[in-house]
Nanobody, 117 residues
């Protein structure tokens, strides 16, 4: 079965950095676009970044452009989200997902990112 396991979240001060990881299994990772979403309390889940299967194309929400970088390692079945210059408004639960199985959307359990002084 499809499993997505996020890690790397935590508490960080404004201006700090975190690197999130998502380990995937249960499908042929290297064939599918992977994405990161986030959901803050009281808000809808939003797309943060996406990366195509061969890493040729990436896309970002306007709110994170220039600060976040999505990458993947197809040998390790892992997608990453490097987050720099973090702001309090980046505080949210972060989830990874795959285009495998669409329209069904698979989600991991998420990893909490809190940006606060």
């Amino acid at each position: 079965q499809v499993q997505l396991v996020e890690s790397g979240g935590g508490l960080v001060q404004p201006g700090g950095s975190l690197r999130l990881s998502c380990a995937a299994s249960g499908f042929t990772f290297s064939m599918y676009t992977m994405s990161w979403y986030r959901q803050a309390p009281g808000k809808e889940r939003e797309l943060v970044a996406a990366i195509t299967s061969d890493s040729e194309f990436t896309s970002y929400a306007d709110s994170v452009k220039g600060r976040f970088t999505i990458s993947r390692d197809n040998d390790k079945n892992t997608v990453y989200l490097q987050m720099n210059s973090l702001k309090p408004e980046d505080t949210a639960m972060y989830y990874c997902t795959t285009n495998y199985g669409l329209p069904r959307r698979y989600w991991g359990q998420g990893t909490q990112v809190t940006v606060s002084s």
